[in-house]
């Protein structure tokens, strides 16, 4: 094998794409159709398909086969009234929020720091996937006092998001109070969940939200397809979320 195989078969395959002779969402053809139409052998083709995956224009679904990526970039910005479906509003067709897991656990340390609660304190744990028109963006887990928030997981099935359940609290008003963010390659389990390459990176984001007197009522930790999403910081007293 020399580097032109593998290069040159890459090169080509992402000419088709561009092309729109692979279009978006399409399923690309099998390994030996590939290896008769661009004439390499099967070493080059799968560090081509490799190669492509990791710069985001192929998905390679295991048991499903290789696809071409949609083009999704999202814009989120981060500021005091962050609100999640608000911020996407516009930028897809269809925002879904899938419920993996949910659950009354003693509060990790890190959480109970965060919500200000004494040792061996219970919150409610939710656990969700976030997808942009099928394709997932987001997952990650909220944490809410049990003592402060009574029956929180039946609420939040009934009234279908945090802010409606929080007014079900009597709370009409929330603000960020913290936020910290970084990026790093994607582990095993958070590529899988994403449905991307291993060696994309995602964007770590753990927040406190909190009443406007300051006192904590949430905290959260979300990984992000990074490929996929961009984050900007709003300045000032935003009130768009």
């Known amino acids: 094998m020399t580097t032109k195989d593998w290069t040159s078969v890459k090169n080509a395959i992402s000419r088709d794409i561009d092309e729109g002779r692979f279009a978006p969402g399409d399923q690309i053809p099998t390994e030996p159709e590939l290896l008769r139409r ?48 608000r911020n996407l509003a516009g930028q897809a067709n269809d925002i879904s929020r899938d419920l993996l897991e949910a659950n009354v656990i003693a509060a990790p340390d890190r959480v109970r720091r965060s919500l200000g609660l004494e040792a061996g304190a219970l919150v409610y744990h939710s656990r969700r996937l976030t997808s942009a028109d099928g394709r997932p963006i987001a997952f990650g887990s909220i944490f809410h006092s049990v003592d402060r928030f009574p029956a929180f997981h039946d609420r939040r099935a009934v009234f279908g998001s945090v802010t409606e359940t929080y007014r079900s609290y009597g709370i009409e008003d929330y603000l960020r109070a913290e936020t910290t963010f970084h990026s790093r390659q994607a582990r095993p389990e958070e590529a899988r969940m994403l449905c991307q390459h291993p060696d994309l990176s995602v964007t770590i984001i753990r927040a406190v939200d909190a009443l406007p007197d300051g006192t904590p009522i949430a ?3 979300v990984v ?11 300045s000032g007293d935003d009130d768009r979320g």
Do not use: D, N
């Open 38 to 85: 661009y004439g390499v052998g099967r070493h080059s083709l799968r560090r081509a398909i490799s190669a492509l995956a990791k710069e985001g224009k192929l998905s390679v679904e295991q048991g499903r086969g290789t696809f071409v990526s949609a083009p999704l970039m999202l814009h989120y910005e981060l500021g005091k009234r962050t609100r999640l479906r």
């Open 224 to 234: 992000w397809a990074a490929s996929r999403v961009r984050f900007s910081i709003a």
């Open 219 to 221: 905290c959260s930790e």
